[in-house]
């Protein structure tokens, strides 16, 4: 079935650098893949909308300028966390959806981003 | 404004008993519903979606448009159903954008 596959699971990182998380769709096309942020205990967040060859959708209240979005190719999508800070620590989450109309969403197995 | 309720953070039942997840949505079109699962250490995977009206490992769940509501019931609990249960619900103009409740942990005993 379809997979999407996430990298790094886990990363560390000082406050101040950027981490840059990956998003591929392994044997599927996906012109459009998702970003979810996920605090502890709490419900996964729509964070912005990955569009292959164009800009990406942002969510109200999500720094664009923080969280820099690329998605180069139908099959890779980038998230950076720029001058990361410890309260971006969290579990980042992408999804994607074949581009064939009605398929479902396949999720990422989640990145750990920890900011000391 | 879209959003889903799970009222339940905790779910716990004994094996071969039935299990009912709750949720309840608002929403002022008509939604697409669905019910993720992640199993431990897994990813988040679609259990199922009210469009395919289908049974998965038992599961199955009603859109009630009347009171807002697609609980997610199962008449015997097995113990592999114990997992983190999402409810989530995706806008009619909103293609691919999921918004998701807050969670249910289901614990199956034996």
């Known amino acids: 079935g379809a997979v999407v596959s996430q990298h790094p699971s886990r990363v560390i990182c000082k406050s101040g650098t950027s981490v840059k998380i990956e998003c591929r769709s392994l044997d599927f096309q996906a012109t459009t893949m998702f970003w979810y942020r996920q605090f502890p205990k709490q419900s996964l967040m729509l964070m912005a909308t990955s569009n292959e060859g164009s800009k990406a959708t942002y969510e109200q209240g999500v720094e664009k300028d923080k969280f820099l979005i690329n998605h180069a190719s139908l099959t890779l999508s980038t998230l950076t966390v720029t001058s990361a800070h410890p309260e971006d620590s969290s579990f980042y989450i992408c999804?994607?959806?074949?581009?064939?109309?009605?398929?479902?969403?396949?999720f990422g197995n989640g990145t750990r981003l920890t900011v000391t | 404004a879209q959003r889903v309720t799970q009222p339940e953070k905790l779910l716990s039942v004994f094996k071969g008993a039935p299990v009912e997840l709750k949720c309840n949505y608002s929403y002022s079109g008509s939604p697409e519903l669905f019910w993720y699962v992640q199993y431990s250490r897994q990813r988040l995977q679609l259990l199922l979606r009210h469009i395919s009206r289908e049974s998965i490992k038992g599961f199955t769940a009603d859109l009630n448009k009347g009171e807002t509501s697609f609980h997610l019931k199962k008449p015997f609990a097995q113990e592999e159903d114990s997992a983190m249960y999402y409810c989530a619900l995706e806008g009619g103009t909103s293609y691919g954008k999921l918004t998701f409740g807050q969670g249910t942990i289901l614990t199956v005993h034996p």
């Open positions: 999804s994607a959806r074949d581009s064939s109309y009605n398929s479902p969403l396949h």
